[in-house]
Each structure stands twice: as C-alpha cells, then as structure tokens.
Nanobody, 123 residues
Framework: QVQLVESGGGLVQAGGSLRLSCTAS????????MGWFRQAPGKEREFVVT????????YYADSVKGRFTISRDNAKNTVHLQMNNLKPEDTAVYYC????????????????WGQGTQVTVSS
C-alpha cells in the first residue's frame, strides 16, 4: 500500500505561482509513475501531468503545458508540481496519484490517490 499526502495548495492571484508537493509513505515511489489530476466544482476529474518512474518521461495536458513543471525525488519519496502563471481556470482540488510505471493520462491506470489539496486562483 502507498499513502499519498498532498500539500502546498492555497489562494493566489492570477499570474502567481504555487508549488504542490506529494509525499508518499508505505512503499517507495520508485516503482510507480506519478500523476497529478485536478477536479473543479461541478466538473469531472481531469488529467494534468504524468511523470514516469525514472523521471525521464513526462506528459502534460495542453492546458498547462509551458506553465506547470513536474519533478520527482525518489530518494525522498516526493513529487512536486511547480505551477507558474496561474489562471482562474486552474482553480480546483489537485490530486496526486501513483500508478503504472510508464506513466498515463488515464484515471484508471492509477492505483493510489491522495486526498487532494485546494488551489484557488483569483482574478
């Protein structure tokens, strides 16, 4: 079992930045790809970014490409999401997830999920 805990969310003005962190316990994250998803009120959970188990491959949703950067530190069992130039439409609960080693944009490929952290971007 893998337990994931997100942190770093908050309220920020449009154009600002936040850095989310996801820390794992229970098992090493080295076996898993990691992903970030988000869910805005009244909307379905959507894919944001994934990073392979080694960190060598990443894939971003078009909506965040060029603004968000994912990174991982397997030695610290931690994944980060640096979010720059935030927009009001980025407002959502952000979830990290651990899943299939190669990485995936599909919700069903992730076995473990955190509880989420709220990101609110004001205009």
């Amino acid at each position: 079992q893998v337990q994931l805990v997100e942190s770093g969310g908050g309220l920020v003005q449009a154009g600002g930045s936040l850095r989310l962190s996801c820390t794992a316990s229970g098992r090493t994250l080295s076996f898993y790809a990691m992903g970030w998803f988000r869910q805005a009120p009244g909307k379905e959970r959507e894919f944001v970014v994934t990073i392979s188990w080694s960190g060598s491959n990443t894939y971003y949703a078009d909506s965040v490409k060029g603004r968000f950067t994912i990174s991982r530190d397997n030695a610290k069992n931690t994944v980060h999401l640096q979010m720059n130039n935030l927009k009001p439409e980025d407002t959502a609960v952000y979830y990290c997830a651990a899943g299939t080693p190669g990485g995936s944009m599909w919700y069903s490929d992730y076995a473990y999920w955190g509880q989420g952290t709220q990101v609110t971007v004001s205009s």
